[in-house]
């Protein structure tokens, strides 16, 4: 049973920073591609981020490329997002995703959830 779970979420002035971090259990996380969505209230659920099994290659959403950067560390079972220069319209519930078959593709219809963590973007 796979279980992802996030952290380091809170609130924030704008242009500041936050470090997201996702811990994962229950499957060899070094197999498979990882990802950061959000939510914003009203809103869809859109990808920010995805990093590869490897962590070699890398795709962010226009919205946040130059300010967030996405990692993981295989050894510790665990995907990090750094976002910068945060902006009022950053404030979500971010989720972490784990895609569902190793070496495949994320798709959010198809993927493990964690929990969601809230960031909050104050003027």
């Known amino acids: 049973q796979v279980r992802l779970v996030e952290s380091g979420g809170g609130l924030v002035q704008a242009g500041g920073s936050l470090r997201l971090s996702c811990v994962a259990e229950g499957r060899t996380f070094g197999s498979y591609i990882m990802g950061w969505f959000r939510q914003a209230p009203g809103k869809d659920r859109d990808v920010v981020a995805r990093i590869s099994w490897t962590g070699s290659s890398t795709y962010y959403a226009d919205s946040v490329k130059g300010r967030f950067t996405i990692s993981r560390d295989n050894a510790k079972n665990t995907m990090y997002l750094q976002m910068n220069s945060l902006k009022l319209e950053d404030t979500a519930i971010y989720y972490c995703?784990?895609?569902?078959?190793?070496?495949?593709?994320?798709?959010?219809?198809?993927?493990?959830w964690g929990q969601g963590t809230q960031v909050t973007v104050a003027s």
């Open positions: 995703a784990m895609a569902t078959r190793a070496y495949q593709t994320l798709q959010a219809t198809d993927a493990y």
